[in-house]
Nanobody, 125 residues
């Protein structure tokens, strides 16, 4: 009955912004490391960002650093990914993932136990 549900995707122009949400049920996200991943058409899934449960530390891959921000709202049991200055190469299906055992978050997909089904982001003029 554990569920992670992503939302907030859509079609935006280059330079635009979107905020993705990952709403959890059946688990309390404040105890989990959370990662955001994406998969572009015809390409492998890649890590984007993560936030740790222990100290709230965050990590971003170089391609999104300075443009994306991950955050957690424990009261809403939701994790967000604010995406600014979007580029066409950001086009992908975005997934959130959760893991209880991680002491520090990772953007390696194999480190996570629970996954959402994704939300599509298309950046095009």
């Amino acid at each position: 009955q554990v569920q992670l549900v992503e939302s907030g995707g859509g079609l935006v122009q280059p330079g635009g912004s979107l905020r993705l949400s990952c709403a959890a049920s059946g688990l309390s996200l404040d105890y989990y490391a959370i990662g955001w991943f994406r998969q572009a058409p015809g390409k492998e899934r890649e890590g984007v960002s993560c936030i740790s449960s222990s100290d709230g530390s965050t990590y971003y891959v170089d391609s999104v650093k300075g443009r994306f921000t991950i955050s957690r709202d424990n009261a809403k049991n939701t994790v967000y990914l604010q995406m600014n200055s979007l580029k066409p190469e950001d086009t992908a299906v975005y997934y959130c993932a959760a893991d209880l055992a991680l002491t520090r978050c990772t953007v390696v997909a194999g480190g996570y136990d629970y996954w959402g089904r994704g939300t599509r982001v298309t950046v095009s003029s």
